[in-house]
């Protein structure tokens, strides 16, 4: 006659079992982290620069940009520096509200505006070490110069999102946090009277977009200007 185990035989057996015999109840599967979906997606590709009938061995610095939607502007305080004088880089682009950074890093004074219509301003003399910044609310292109220095010369490209990238020197571009849509992708040489533009740039989330008929002509030969008061520029002395 078989009889039931009491409570406390029961736990007897389990603490004489060897941990061979004793089988732990399996552990519930651990959560899989969730996977996070992507919203954007990406638009890369190439530029040709065309030059005297020619491509450009070297098409970096051309800015490549996505238009049609509008982003707020991003952190960050983004710099046009004067250096030798010249301003580095010569083409920034920005988005609408960002602030730009104008540190003097030459041993000499300098002195920065614009008068374009996009963002007319005058930062006045300031000499090395100094900086002085302005915010760029509008979008448009914004042509600056030094008031001292006639050779002095770079353009601020105020954009609507901060869907843009700079070429590097095999005309290679990558534009990522695309929102999905269809938009115009425009390709800025301060050397070309005028952007290359595609339309139809379809986009798709966690996809990437390659684009590679963008071909630039540069075909400004010049860019000589009047100071800040409409007049030639007289002949620098002393250490300017």
């Known amino acids: ?17 060897s941990p061979a ?29 065309v030059a005297a009938g020619k491509a450009k061995a070297d ?17 960050g305080l983004p710099t046009l520096a004067q250096v030798n004088k010249q301003f ?13 950074n104008f540190p003097n890093r030459d041993g000499f004074f ?13 930062l006045g003399q300031f000499k090395k070490g100094g900086s002085k910044a302005k915010t760029f609310p509008r979008k448009g292109i914004v042509e600056v110069y030094c008031n001292i220095h006639p050779t002095m010369s770079a353009t601020i490209l105020v954009l609507p999102n901060r869907a843009h990238a700079r070429t590097d020197a095999k005309g290679r ?10 938009w115009t992708a425009y390709a800025y040489s301060r050397k070309a009277k005028r952007p290359a533009r595609v339309k139809g740039v379809t986009v798709k989330a966690g996809a990437t977009t390659t684009l590679n008929g963008l071909s630039v002509k540069q075909d400004r030969q010049s860019f000589k200007h009047k100071n800040k008061y409409g007049e030639e520029y007289k002949k620098p002395s002393g250490r300017y």
Not at 1 to 17: G, Q, V, W
Not at 21 to 46: F, I, L, Q
Request: hydrophobic share 50%.
């Open 59 to 75: 098409p970096s610095d051309v800015v490549v940009y996505l238009v049609g939607f509008e982003q707020p502007a991003p952190a």
């Open 88 to 100: 580095a880089p010569r083409v920034l682009a920005i988005t609408a509200g960002q602030k730009v």
């Open 1 to 17: 006659m078989c009889r039931l185990a009491t409570p406390a035989l029961t736990l007897a057996l389990l603490l004489l079992a």
């Open 110 to 122: 300098h002195n920065v505006f614009s008068l374009s219509k996009a963002r007319r301003f005058d």
């Open 21 to 49: 015999d004793a089988t732990a109840p399996a552990a519930p599967p651990a959560a899989a982290p969730a996977e996070a979906k992507a919203t954007t997606g990406v638009v890369a590709g190439t530029v040709q620069v």
């Open 173 to 182: 571009f990558r534009i990522a946090g695309v929102p999905p849509g269809t």
